[in-house]
């Protein structure tokens, strides 16, 4: 258990140290954070200022690149999940370089994820990488080796690591953030077995993940040449009371345009072509909320809206089986 700190002195060291205006959610992560520290100095372990081993990115991309969004999930597992990866274009953003350690927003209302950029995933993307969203970038620095973002990768996704991004965090319920200034300042433990927990999240990454990845790539570059691309298809004008008829709901003029390729779709590839009802089952309602539930013998696990958070990444502690 941590005792209660007393509220000037605790407001003159967050001052000095890291220049934080009081705020007293801070009081006891900070105060755990500390005791931490000191047991294990008294242990024997190392304990260096982050800002020895990585610097913040801080310069931007000045012109609009194409980029890749990386949105990690599972961290603790070393999974980056290759369905989120997308392409699109930024303006201003982060430039990303092989071994930069991302943290992003979980969607569920803190930061706490943290992943290093594999060296194999710009061969696969082809383009400049650079991230979106609410992030920030670590950067090794140069005088490092390259064991420092693994073993800062692994430290960040523990206990001791959701503290320190807990100390670290301002705003509101639901809509923090991480006060990357200040990230520097904080103190980690480097344990003397260091290298070996780096060398066991590389094999993690770049191998294992690195085979998902292709394979997830060469799935996708299968289905695309079968389908071709939607802008080789000759647009149509589509009536909308025809659709009316066929899907039976209401639409939307300036959907018209996407059913026409759609509809050029289903008449070049014919009896290949499936209604998504004759492939999926889609609950709508009645499907309950408490983890209690169990779904009854020969039923699938059910995923509701409260396990998908904003990023679209599907929680698994949150699917009901």
């Known amino acids: 258990m941590t005792h209660p700190v ?13 220049n934080f205006r009081l705020d007293s959610s801070y009081v006891l992560n900070y105060t755990l954070y500390i005791r931490l520290l000191d047991a294990l100095k008294k242990a024997g372990v190392v304990v260096e200022k982050a800002s020895g081993l990585i610097k913040i990115r801080r310069e931007r991309v000045g012109e609009a690149v194409t980029t890749a969004t990386i949105l990690i999930k599972s961290l603790w597992k070393a999974s980056i999940h290759p369905l989120k990866l997308e392409l699109r274009t930024q303006e201003g953003r982060y430039q990303c370089e092989e071994l930069d350690i991302i943290g992003v927003a979980t969607g ?22 650079a991230t979106t969203g609410d992030l920030v970038v670590l950067e090794l620095k140069p005088d490092r080796p390259s064991e420092d973002s693994y073993y800062m990768v692994t430290l960040l996704n523990t206990k001791f690591g959701k503290l320190v991004a807990d100390t670290l965090t301002y705003g509101s319920t639901g809509q923090l953030h991480l006060d990357v200034k200040h990230l520097e300042r904080v103190y980690i433990p480097v344990i003397d077995s260091y290298k070996s927990v780096a060398d066991n999240m590389k094999i993690a990454v770049e191998e294992y993940e690195s085979r998902a990845w292709r394979a997830y790539f060469n799935a996708m570059k299968i289905v695309e040449e079968y389908l071709g691309k939607p802008e080789e298809l000759v647009f149509s004008v589509v009536r909308a009371r025809d659709i009316e008829k066929t899907i039976r709901f209401r639409i939307d003029p300036s959907r018209l345009l996407i059913l026409g390729v759609v509809s050029k779709l289903i008449s070049k590839y014919g009896g290949r072509v499936h209604k998504a009802s004759d492939l999926l089952e889609v609950h709508t309602t009645g499907v309950p909320r408490e983890k209690r539930y169990k779904v009854k013998e020969g039923q699938h696990p059910l995923i509701t809206i409260d396990s998908i958070d904003e990023s679209g990444i599907i929680d698994d502690e949150k699917i009901y089986y």
Do not use: A
Request: charge should be positive; proline fraction near 6%.
């Open 6 to 18: 007393n509220r000037t002195t605790f407001s003159k060291v967050l001052n000095s140290e890291f």
């Open 108 to 129: 569920l209302g803190s930061i706490g994820k943290f992943s290093v950029v594999p060296k194999y995933l710009k061969e696969i993307v082809e383009k400049p990488l």
